[in-house]
């Protein structure tokens, strides 16, 4: 199968003062089309970096980043943001959603960006959190939900454009467990009934359990694969 | 959900805040209406058609004076029914501070003029009768606790006696007032005669005449007769309505236009700072969700165009509330102010300058924090 995040000889360092932190270090990945990825490793190992890069949130200070075929290092930061809304979902440990708007509106937000009518951009939302079962919600705002509904609406979000790939950043790390295995239940039916690629840094192996692979870094290196899967996956570092 | 619907959730995020910044706004907005009332009703001249009562006045300067001798003349041009005369007399009651109008004039004549003036038979007789006889509205006598019979002094500024004495003393024989509904009179009247007798210089002089037309509808024509007249006098005049030379004599205080501005331009300044403080403090909070929208999609333009929006949105609002309360205002208060200075309507020139100004407002309050939005890098947000 194609490979959906392509990653090759990243590196990405910022300055920190007069200092420099290399923070990932000539790092290959590719990730196939459908593939539901976690990454975990200490913290300030780099995997939300790594996430970053991915979700075309950040550019790499070298290497090249290619992502649902779109070489993400080229493009200029309006492209990039256009590339995001088309291409990618994102899924916050901490849900940031807006709390002056309702479910449904914290959903519909991506669609402003698009040429769909109201009544569609409406119509998609309220699938979009049939699909996460918060269809009964759609007009509550996020402080009248609970953490793991509020998550849910997050993933909502992530999919009503119909992204490529949901990354998600610890989507359970401020959740109970109960919660925590209803989302992570939900990332794989959106992995396996929906054919999302999904990559998802945690730093909890419950978590990372419900993933096909499971990858490990530490100071900026990719270490190992630990889980092994049906969709091929291949790892260099 | 639409953009305008995105940027009215954002600006009511904080309520309160929201409402107190949109009331300061929009009290500006009501200040600008009805100070720009007043600059265009002193900016544009009165329509002299349709008033019955004319003044004549020296044309140059209402510090110089007319001779008295142009009653007969003005009393003979065709279409005038009725001439009468006052002075501006100056002075105090006891105090600088104590200060009104003060007008010597030919009692019958004057209150004859004024029909719509109620006096008593008998006081407007006492009046007319009594050489230092003075009558004052009710609302001064009782200000000041005068009763018929009081004597009151008044120390003049402008016009000595003939023994060099600034002391005037006056017999109140009467008062008077308008009809209950209309604004009331704040003159102190007191005899011509006893003032041109005793003044120490101007005897024989005006400081304006009052003349009744018998047809408004000619009350122009009237006018350019009567300043026909005295064209090529020593003493030429200018005829104009009531409320013209009420907005005459404000400006001799100073340029009206050039003062409302300035307060405008203060009050403005200040709403300004506010606004801009407001909006500042309401971006600082949201960065985070800033952040989120440029995550999901959103350029660096359309956030800041975002941020942009609602500081329009806010002062568009609130501008457009304050000038139609302003128009309301204006409308109620027109009838008590249309005496002073004419005409006191909020016009569509206001309206439109003032949307325009609060378009203004919206993009200068709303520039810091759209700039600011814009800059706003999404891994550094998040990562706070």
Sequence with gaps: ?237 | MSWLSLIWANLFRHRVRTILTLVSVLVAFLLFALLRNVIESFATGIEIAGVDRLVTAPKYSMVDRLPLAHLQQIEAVDGVVAVTHANWFGGYYQDPANFFPKYPVRPREWFAMYSEYRIAPEQLDAFANTRDGAVVPVGLAEQYGWKVGDRIPITADIYPKKDGSRHWEFELVGTYSAPPDEPQPVTFLFQYDYWDQATQHSAGTVAWFVVKVADPDAAGEVARRIDALFEQSRNPTRTSTEAERQRQFANQVGDIGLMMSGILGAVFFTILLLTANTMSQGLRERIPELAVLKTIGFTDDSVSLLVLGEALVLCLVAGALGLALGAYVSAVLAPLLESAIGVFETSWRTVALGLGLAALLGLVVGAGPALNARRVTIVDALRE
């Excluded at chain 1, 467990?177 to 929906?194: C, F, M, P, T």
């Design chain 1, 1 to 237: 199968m194609a490979a959906m995040v392509h990653l090759a000889g990243v590196s990405k360092a910022y300055r920190r003062g007069k200092e420099t932190v290399q923070v990932l270090d000539d790092l290959d990945l590719d990730v196939a089309e459908g593939d539901f990825l976690a990454l975990m490793g200490p913290s300030g190992s780099g995997k939300s970096t790594l996430l970053n890069l991915i979700g075309g949130l950040d550019h790499p200070t070298d290497g090249v980043v290619e992502v649902a075929g779109q070489r993400l290092d080229r493009l200029s930061a309006s492209a990039l943001a256009r590339w995001r809304a088309r291409h990618i979902g994102f899924v916050f440990q901490f849900y940031n959603l807006l709390p002056v708007l309702s479910a449904v509106r914290n959903v519909e937000l991506p669609l402003l960006l698009t040429r769909l009518s109201r009544r569609e951009r409406r119509q998609r939302a309220l699938t979009a959190l049939d699909i996460v079962n918060l269809a009964d919600r759609a007009s509550h705002k996020p402080g009248e939900l609970s953490g793991g509904q509020q998550q849910r609406v997050a993933i909502a979000r992530a999919l009503v454009a119909d992204p490529s790939v949901l990354v998600c950043d610890e989507p359970t790390g401020d959740l109970d467990r109960e919660s925590a295995d209803q989302i992570l239940g939900l990332l794989e039916v959106l992995n396996r009934d929906h054919g999302k690629t999904i990559i998802m840094v945690t730093h909890d192996p419950r978590a990372a359990e419900h993933a096909r692979h499971v990858l490990h870094l530490d100071k900026g290196r990719l270490r190992r694969l630990t889980a092994a899967g049906a969709v091929a996956g291949t790892v260099s570092s």
